[in-house]
């Protein structure tokens, strides 16, 4: 038994907590292995290094770097999880993910309902993308509301590093597909380290924050943003109570709903472009469940409905912005 520590957890980087996940999840079952482009250790270890070193440990045979062909890598994890295998499929971009809609959206989201139950699929596709990088449109964006929109994926989008290690493990460890968005503007944010073996369960929202005021729901990149303004307006007396949904698909709707419904007022934010987006599903559900006990409309925050530009002036002006969030909650406020 390891004895309990009383200094501060360790700090991770947000890659490192993608890293350990899927170090633990190989070390405790020998059905999971990794596939995608140029992931091994002698081409690197990934665009982003995060699967660095887990060639040289677990052999070439359970890390597989694959021809550049994501149709072949999601097709061949499909294939593999019905066979019982546990794989982790790397597609480098989410917007390469177009190339494998057909395996994952046709084949990976539907076979258990097809079967009548009996035919699992449990697939992990990971993948990154987000704005601020530079990487212009075929490269940024944020596609997840795609993939809610498909019954039977899972799609899940972590804030932290420790969300990160603890999400992506229960991923790998699910019996169902599941897509995991990793932000390429988080690599290297840091964070605590959570205990070993942490399971964080999917489908279920964390309250970040609690407050009394407004509810702001987010999840990925916003949520740390929207923590550091919920403590700036704390000093003005403004109590945000942040909700970070951790899985879009599929979503909490009770821990919403009940944080709404104690400050009645709610703000949506994400990095997606604003039409037909996660924020439209939840103001929607809001609205039909809390409309006669809300305070004020719900607002929503999100990025122009454009592709993302290369310009850095551009694609500055193309993200939303902190303060669109705080002038949100002012709004909601008021």
Same mark, same amino acid.
């Given at each position: 038994? %390891?004895?309990?520590?009383?200094?501060?957890?360790?700090?991770?980087?947000?890659?490192?907590?993608? !890293?350990?996940?899927?170090?633990? $999840?190989? $070390?405790?079952?020998?059905?999971?292995?990794?596939?995608?482009?140029?992931?091994?250790?002698? /081409?690197?270890?990934?665009?982003?290094?995060?699967?660095?070193?887990?060639?040289?440990?677990?052999?070439?045979?359970?890390?597989?770097?694959?021809?550049?062909? /994501?149709?072949?890598?999601?097709? %061949?994890?499909?294939?593999?999880?019905?066979?019982?295998?546990?794989?982790?499929?790397?597609?480098?971009?989410?917007?390469?993910?177009?190339?494998?809609?057909?395996?994952?959206?046709?084949?990976?989201?539907?076979?258990?309902?097809?079967?009548?139950?009996?035919? *699992?699929?449990?697939?992990?596709?990971? %993948?990154?993308? *987000?704005?601020?990088?530079?990487?212009?449109?075929?490269?940024?964006?944020?596609?997840?509301?795609?993939?809610?929109?498909?019954?039977?994926?899972?799609?899940?989008?972590?804030?932290?590093?420790?969300?990160?290690?603890?999400?992506?493990?229960?991923?790998?460890?699910?019996?169902?597909?599941?897509?995991?968005?990793?932000?390429?503007?988080?690599?290297?944010?840091?964070?605590?380290?959570?205990?070993?073996?942490?399971?964080?369960?999917?489908?279920?929202?964390?309250?970040?924050?609690?407050?009394?005021?407004?509810?702001?729901?987010?999840?990925?990149?916003?949520?740390?943003?929207?923590?550091?303004? $919920?403590?700036?307006? $704390?000093? /003005?007396?403004?109590?945000?109570?942040?909700?970070?949904?951790? !899985?879009?698909?599929?979503?909490?709707?009770?821990?919403?709903?009940?944080?709404?419904?104690?400050?009645?007022?709610?703000?949506?934010?994400?990095?997606?472009?604003?039409?037909?987006?996660?924020?439209? /599903?939840?103001?929607?559900?809001?609205?039909?469940?809390?409309?006669?006990?809300?305070?004020?409309?719900?607002?929503?925050?999100?990025?122009?409905?454009?592709?993302?530009?290369?310009?850095?002036?551009?694609?500055?002006?193309?993200?939303?912005?902190?303060?669109?969030?705080?002038?949100?909650?002012?709004?909601?406020?008021?």
């Amino acid at each position: 038994m %390891t004895a309990h520590s009383t200094s501060a957890p360790r700090p991770i980087t947000f890659q490192q907590g993608c !890293t350990q996940a899927l170090d633990e $999840a190989m $070390a405790a079952d020998d059905s999971v292995f990794l596939l995608g482009e140029d992931i091994g250790d002698r /081409e690197g270890g990934g665009t982003f290094k995060v699967t660095k070193g887990l060639a040289d440990k677990y052999g070439t045979a359970r890390v597989r770097t694959t021809p550049i062909s /994501e149709q072949a890598i999601v097709g %061949t994890a499909v294939g593999a999880a019905v066979a019982g295998m546990r794989p982790v499929a790397e597609i480098m971009l989410m917007n390469f993910i177009t190339l494998g809609l057909d395996q994952l959206v046709n084949h990976a989201a539907k076979l258990r309902y097809m079967s009548g139950g009996q035919t *699992g699929v449990p697939l992990t596709i990971r %993948t990154a993308t *987000g704005a601020g990088g530079g990487f212009a449109g075929q490269h940024s964006d944020m596609l997840e509301t795609w993939l809610a929109h498909v019954p039977g994926l899972k799609v899940v989008v972590p804030s932290s590093p420790a969300d990160a290690k603890g999400l992506l493990l229960s991923c790998v460890l699910d019996d169902d597909p599941c897509v995991f968005v990793e932000h390429t503007q988080m690599y290297w944010t840091k964070g605590p380290a959570p205990e070993p073996g942490l399971r964080i369960p999917l489908g279920t929202a964390h309250i970040a924050r609690p407050g009394r005021d407004v509810s702001v729901i987010a999840y990925g990149r916003p949520v740390g943003e929207v923590l550091a303004l $919920a403590d700036r307006l $704390a000093g /003005e007396g403004i109590e945000v109570e942040v909700v970070d949904l951790r !899985t879009v698909s599929p979503w909490d709707e009770r821990t919403v709903l009940e944080s709404v419904a104690r400050t009645r007022r709610a703000v949506v934010v994400h990095e997606a472009v604003r039409r037909f987006g996660v924020g439209a /599903e939840v103001s929607a559900r809001i609205n039909e469940e809390l409309f006669g006990q809300l305070a004020a409309p719900v607002v929503r925050v999100a990025s122009a409905d454009t592709p993302v530009p290369f310009s850095r002036p551009l694609e500055q002006a193309y993200l939303y912005k902190v303060s669109d969030v705080e002038s949100a909650v002012r709004k909601a406020m008021a």
